[in-house]
C-alpha cells in the first residue's frame, strides 16, 4: 500500500496528457505477417506472394488453405469435410431452428472446442481438423432446422464439394463445386482485418485455436465486416431495376445509409476479390436472374459514391460480388455470413499458427478521457 497524501495537500492534475490516437486503429501497424498482402491503392492482394487471381484460376481452397499453413504450395492438396463428434451434434439439435446461422456456427466451434485436446502452441493439425470440422456443423444446422437429418461426411469429397452435399444431400455438378471452392479461395485470408485481429489477440494470451476461431466468428457477424453480402441482395431487391437504381441509391445516400458491397477500409481501388469473383458470378451455369442488374447498378452507385465522398474512393468490395456467387450455388442468403466464415477459417488458424511462433501478449495502450480522480459524493 501508498501512503495517503495529506487531506489538505493541493490536488494536482494526474491525467496525463492524450497520446496520438487513430480511431478504429486506421493506419496503425499492429503486427507482421507473411501471410497475405494487401496494396489497397493498386487494388492487389496476394496470399504468400502468389496472386490472387492466379490462384482463383489455378488453385484449390485445400491448396490454398495448405499455402497459408505451411507456406508450401501443393496443387494436390486434399481437405475433406470432418465428422461432428456427438456432443458437438447434440449441442446444434438444442439450438432453436430460428437460431441465426452464425450463432449456430460460432456455438459449434465452442463446442468442438469443448470435445478436443488442443494444447499450445496450435498445430497445422489443429487448423486443418478445425477447418475440416466446421462445413459440417454449419451444413448439419441448415438441414436441423428444416427439420431434416444432417448428412455424414462423404471422404471422398473436398471441403466445399462436401459441404453442399452434406447441405443437400446431392453432389453438386462441377461447376457449382468450382464457383464455391473460387469463393473460397477469396474468402480465405485477408491480413489483419477485425476478424483475424481477434482470432490473434486470443492467440497471443495462449488460448487454444477453437477458442480464436469462435472469437473471430462473432466479430465477422457483424454487418460492417461479413454481415454485407446477404445485405446486397436485400438492397437489390429494393432497388427493382436499374431504371430506379440512380433514385433508389440517392435516397438511400440521403437517409444516411450504407451500400452494401461498396468502401474497404484499405482498398482504395477495385477490390481484386470482387473482380474475380465477378468473374466467376458471370460464368456460372445457374447465375440469379438479377446479376445483370447488379452489374449495372454497381455503376450506377460508384459514380454516385464518388460524386458524394470525393475526398475518399468508395468502390465495390468483395461482397458485391459474393452475393451472386453464392446465391448461384444454391446457398440461402442467411447462410452467406457462416460461409464467408467457413473460408476465412484458413486465414484464422493460419495466423493462429503465425502468432504464437513469434507470440507476444496483445495489449495495448488507450487514453483515458473520463474524469479527475475524484472523491465519492456524500
Ligand atoms: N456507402 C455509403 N457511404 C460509405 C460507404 C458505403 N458503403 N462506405 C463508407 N462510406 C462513407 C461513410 O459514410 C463515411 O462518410 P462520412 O465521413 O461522411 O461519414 C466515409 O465513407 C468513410 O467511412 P468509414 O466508415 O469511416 O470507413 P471505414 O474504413 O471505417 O469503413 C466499411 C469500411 C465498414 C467496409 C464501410 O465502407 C462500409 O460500411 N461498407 C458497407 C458494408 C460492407 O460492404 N461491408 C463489407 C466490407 S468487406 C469485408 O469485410 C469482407
Redesign the pocket.
Known amino acids: 500500500m501508498t501512503d495517503s497524501p495529506p487531506a489538505d495537500a493541493p490536488t494536482e492534475p494526474t491525467l496525463p496528457v492524450a497520446r496520438p490516437y487513430s480511431p478504429?486503429l486506421?493506419g496503425v501497424v499492429a503486427g507482421e505477417t507473411s501471410l497475405s498482402y494487401i496494396d489497397g491503392a493498386a487494388g492487389r492482394l496476394l496470399y504468400r506472394g502468389y496472386r490472387i487471381g492466379d490462384l482463383v484460376e489455378r488453385g484449390t481452397y485445400a491448396a490454398v488453405a495448405h499455402l497459408l499453413w505451411t507456406g508450401e504450395w501443393d496443387a494436390g492438396q486434399r481437405l475433406p469435410t470432418a465428422e461432428i463428434p456427438r456432443p458437438v451434434m447434440d449441442v446444434l439439435r438444442a439450438l432453436p431452428s430460428e437460431a441465426k446461422p452464425m450463432d449456430a456456427l460460432r456455438t459449434a466451434v465452442s463446442a468442438w472446442g469443448s470435445t478436443q485436446e488442443l494444447p499450445w502452441p496450435p498445430t497445422v493439425e489443429q487448423a486443418r481438423a478445425l477447418t475440416a470440422f466446421s462445413p459440417s456443423a454449419l451444413a448439419a444446422f441448415a438441414r436441423l432446422r428444416s427439420g431434416k437429418d444432417p448428412i455424414d461426411p462423404d471422404p471422398s469429397l473436398d471441403l466445399t464439394t462436401g459441404f453442399l452435399y452434406q447441405l443437400t444431400g446431392e453432389r453438386p455438378d462441377p461447376g457449382t463445386a468450382r464457383a464455391l471452392d473460387a469463393y473460397f479461395i477469396v474468402g480465405a485470408e485477408?491480413s489483419f482485418?477485425a476478424s483475424t485481429f481477434t482470432a490473434r489477440v486470443i492467440t497471443s494470451t495462449r488460448s487454444d485455436v477453437a477458442s480464436a476461431v469462435a472469437g473471430a466468428i462473432g466479430t465477422m457477424k457483424g454487418?460492417?465486416?461479413?454481415g454485407?453480402p446477404s445485405e446486397v441482395v436485400d438492397q437489390l431487391a429494393q432497388v427493382g431495376s436499374v431504371e430506379h437504381a440512380e433514385e433508389w441509391v440517392r435516397d438511400a445516400?440521403a437517409r444516411g445509409?450504407?451500400?452494401?458491397?461498396?468502401?474497404?477500409?484499405v482498398y482504395r481501388a477495385y477490390d481484386p476479390r470482387a473482380a474475380a469473383l465477378r468473374k466467376v458470378a458471370e460464368g456460372m451455369e445457374h447465375k440469379p436472374d438479377w446479376l445483370q442488374m447488379a452489374i449495372e447498378v454497381e455503376d450506377v452507385a460508384l459514380r454516385v459514391?464518388a460524386e458524394?465522398?470525393p475526398e475518399?474512393p468508395?468502390r465495390t468490395?468483395?461482397?458485391y460480388y459474393a452475393a451472386p456467387v453464392l446465391m448461384g450455388v444454391g446457398l440461402a442468403p442467411d447462410l452467406f455470413p457462416a460461409t464467408?466464415s467457413l473460408a476465412r477459417h484458413a486465414g484464422w488458424t493460419a495466423h493462429a499458427l503465425e502468432q504464437a511462433a513469434n507470440n507476444r501478449l496483445i495489449r495495448p495502450d488507450v487514453n483515458y478521457v473520463g474524469p479527475e480522480e475524484r472523491d465519492l459524493p456524500g
Open positions: 478504429g486506421e485477408h482485418n454487418p460492417l465486416h461479413g454485407a445516400l445509409e450504407r451500400l452494401m458491397g461498396f468502401g474497404h477500409r459514391l458524394k465522398h475518399r468508395l468490395n468483395v461482397e464467408f
